[in-house]
């Protein structure tokens, strides 16, 4: 039995964590749904007691499932939102209507799940905090939840659900140690959350394979799809100083053209949200959530849409591009991938063209490391190298050679603190600092500002 809450993650994480594993460590045969189906099971099968939307996607999936998140409760849903990984607290990874849950309940869950858990062979972290997630939002009576896949999509704890709406955002190369070397084999594993006759909400890719993929999963189980860059246009807009969305159906538009041929035609408008999330890549994530909400008005008719879109303008998700200081600049963006690097320095031009960029620069080492830190290097002025306590954490001495290799100059901070300590120290007002390369960093940037400036965004 644990008391406190340290105890209770000490027991979740004396299991396997394959997120702090090596993929060349683990055996091929370890991954399958065995585990997580007989944990749910011993449990009453928690997760089918409400209706759930699963997002899986390589970039863009926490963002859609904070928005969507958001947008129901807005709606006046009482909504369950689990995600992964956390920046500062395990309580953030399973949040009910914006809260997180207390440690009280975690250690309460914890205690139920001793009994059960002890029981199986190989059972992982990960599993255990589905399950919990999967308890808790039914005893929380939630009316709907939005569930984020870990890794992949196929073999993901997550991956029991029997949800209402299948939401695939956009898939580029990640974890290709596990999930494969091809977008193809990318794409099968995240199309693998598809199920026989639920509706996808396909999302904007990147690489035309992946919608092949998604569309020939959808088709052999009779799910009605919607690829979002064939159905929707959208644009980019200043309202009051706010960023905003404009969105509309492509049928529409035709529509439209037909009234200027004299044809007829009903009041047509374009759909305005306020974005939450700044980068021209939430323009396409913001796409998703409108196509996934028009979808699940099909199963609650009562949603109200722009209830629902006001909330998506109130989003909070911390570390996607997010500006931690305006007057001496800091931002923070998990970006750990080449796509998601190519989008970050679409921002910072956007946004930030006319500063003195320096980047606070880390990742695990089993990223594409000279190919993130080439395509930042045109951007910045410098890096400053560092590392997260992650085990996979790449050497700050070899991103240095990266860095001095593709022609920019950087110094080496071998922790967080060391780094953080450098931009505090800056004195030049006209630099921007830009915190990425792994969530943990970012995360990690973000606590040190937060701990000094006695900020508290997570009650």
């Known amino acids: 039995m644990v008391t406190t809450i340290d105890e209770a993650l000490d027991y979740i994480y004396a299991h396997i964590d394959y997120s702090m594993t090596h993929a060349k460590d683990i055996a091929n045969d370890v991954f399958s749904l065995n585990a997580i189906r007989s944990l749910a099971e011993k449990l009453g099968n928690p997760q089918n007691s409400y209706p759930v939307?699963?997002?899986?996607g390589t970039k863009g999936k926490g963002s859609v499932c904070a928005m969507l998140a958001s947008a129901l409760q807005a709606a006046g849903f009482k909504t369950g939102l689990y995600t992964s990984p956390h920046l500062i607290r395990f309580n953030e990874r399973i949040m009910v209507n914006g809260k997180m849950i207390s440690d009280d309940?975690?250690?309460?869950?914890?205690?139920?799940?001793?009994?059960?858990?002890?029981?199986?062979?190989?059972?992982?972290?990960?599993?255990?905090?589905?399950?919990?997630?999967?308890?808790?939002?039914?005893?929380?009576?939630?009316?709907?939840?939005?569930?984020?896949?870990?890794?992949?999509?196929?073999?993901?704890a997550t991956n029991i659900v029997d949800p209402i709406l299948s939401v695939i955002t956009s898939i580029s190369y990640d974890h290709t140690g596990f999930l494969g070397n091809t977008i193809e084999q990318i794409a099968a594993e995240k199309a693998g959350i598809i199920k026989p006759h639920v509706p996808v909400i396909c999302g904007c890719q990147p690489y035309p394979e992946a919608v092949k993929i998604i569309k020939k999963f959808a088709d052999k189980n009779n799910s009605p799809w919607i690829n979002v860059s064939e159905r929707y246009r959208f644009i980019n807009k200043r309202e009051n100083h706010k960023e905003c969305m404009l969105i509309w159906r492509v049928e529409d538009q035709k529509l439209m053209e037909n009234r200027c041929s004299g044809k007829n035609f009903s009041n047509w408008e374009p759909v305005c949200i306020p974005l939450p999330l700044r980068g021209m890549h939430q323009l396409q994530n913001t796409a998703a959530v409108y196509a996934a909400l028009n979808k699940v008005r099909s199963v609650f008719p009562n949603l109200n849409i722009r209830k629902a879109l006001e909330g998506v303008g109130n989003t909070f998700w911390p570390c996607r591009f997010e500006l931690l200081d305006e007057n001496k600049l800091l931002l923070v963006d998990g970006a750990h991938n080449i796509d998601s690097v190519r989008k970050l320095c679409m921002a910072l031009d956007r946004y930030y063209g006319t500063k003195n960029i320096v980047c606070i620069f880390g990742a695990s080492e089993d990223?594409?490391?000279?190919?993130?830190?080439?395509?930042?290097?045109?951007?910045?002025?410098?890096?400053?190298?560092?590392?997260?306590?992650?085990?996979?954490?790449?050497?700050?001495?070899?991103?240095?050679?990266?860095?001095?290799?593709?022609?920019?100059?950087n110094v080496i901070a071998d922790t967080l603190e060391e780094a953080y300590a450098m931009y505090a120290a800056d004195p030049d007002e006209d630099s921007c600092y830009i915190v990425t390369g792994s969530l943990f960093v970012a995360g990690g940037i973000r606590e040190l500002y937060m701990h000094e400036h006695s900020v508290k965004y997570f009650d």
Do not use: C, W
């Open 53 to 56: 939307i699963h997002v899986a």
């Open 367 to 409: 990223k594409e490391l000279e190919p993130m830190i080439a395509e930042l290097a045109p951007h910045v002025e410098r890096f400053i190298m560092t590392r997260s306590t992650h085990p996979r954490a790449a050497d700050p001495k070899i991103l240095s050679s990266i860095s001095s290799h593709v022609g920019r100059d």
């Open 105 to 156: 309940e975690i250690i309460g869950l914890t205690n139920r799940f001793m009994e059960p858990v002890n029981s199986m062979d190989h059972v992982s972290s990960f599993e255990i905090m589905t399950a919990m997630a999967f308890a808790y939002f039914k005893e929380q009576k939630v009316d709907i939840a939005v569930v984020e896949t870990g890794l992949g999509g196929r073999l993901d």
